[in-house]
């Protein structure tokens, strides 16, 4: 049965998990909650968090409008506004998420770079993401 946030129980906890442990080598990584969803922070600055049934990665505009035409990828709305430098990934299966792994590497390295240096973040485009019908 969905909860009121679309989420699946245990669905939000199973991502959390393989993602803290697939992201546990990035220096001062943080694990926390942000809204009340698991959350993923480099210093202070959050780069990912679960939220419904997705995860939501702060990526360079540039990679963003990469990935939009692939099945998974969305603009993240929140209120009806599409958020700058933020996108949804959803995946069927928490454990499908394993073929974005590098692109929250990106969004790491991404926020790391002080607001006003981040144009000089490299902007990958390309991730493995397995191409899917239907």
Known sequence: ?????????????????????????????????TFGHPAFSVGSKVFAFVYRRGVVLKLPRETIDGLLDRKGYAPFKMGGRVMKEWMEV?????????????LFRQAAAFVSYPEGQRSRCPKKTTTKTRTRKG
């Not at 959803?90 to 590098?102: G, L, N, Q, T």
């Open 90 to 102: 959803r995946r069927d299966d928490p454990s499908a998420y394993e073929v974005d792994i590098d």
């Open 1 to 33: 049965m969905a909860t009121k946030s679309g989420a699946q129980p245990g669905h939000q906890s199973e991502i959390a998990e393989l993602l803290t442990n697939r992201l546990a080598d990035l220096p001062g990584l943080r694990v926390g909650k």
